[in-house]
């Protein structure tokens, strides 16, 4: 059975930085695509970034330059570094992995002063 468990959210202010996880198990990120995804107050969910199982990266535009994914395939987690933080980043962020098909249960960024 495949869990995703998201971490590392809360309230910082703009121009902050957070440091979001996602621990798995029951599947590695070594041989699956995955990928971060947030969702905005009455706004669709959106993907942020998409990491394939080679490690490659595909952004979001509105994060390129500031979020950056990782991965420690020893802790089966997946890192999503945000720097430069604004209000418009505030949302709920998940981890998907395969992309779409198992879900966590979000943690939610705040970006208010």
């Known amino acids: 059975q495949v869990q995703l468990v998201e971490s590392g959210g809360g309230l910082v202010q703009p121009g902050g930085s957070l440091r979001l996880s996602c621990a798995a198990s029951?599947?590695?990120?070594?041989?699956?695509?995955m990928g971060w995804y947030r969702q905005a107050p009455g706004k669709q969910r959106e993907l942020v970034v998409h990491?394939?199982?080679?490690?490659?990266?595909n952004y979001a535009d509105s994060v390129k330059g500031r979020f950056s994914a990782s991965i420690d395939n020893a802790k089966n987690t997946v890192y999503l570094q945000m720097n430069s933080l604004k209000p418009e980043d505030t949302a709920d962020y998940y981890c998907?992995?395969?992309?779409?098909?198992?879900w966590g249960q979000g943690t939610q960024v705040t970006v208010s002063s």
């Open positions: 998907s992995c395969p992309p779409g098909a198992y």
């Open positions: 029951g599947t590695r990120f070594s041989r699956n695509d």
């Open positions: 990491i394939a199982s080679g490690g490659s990266t």
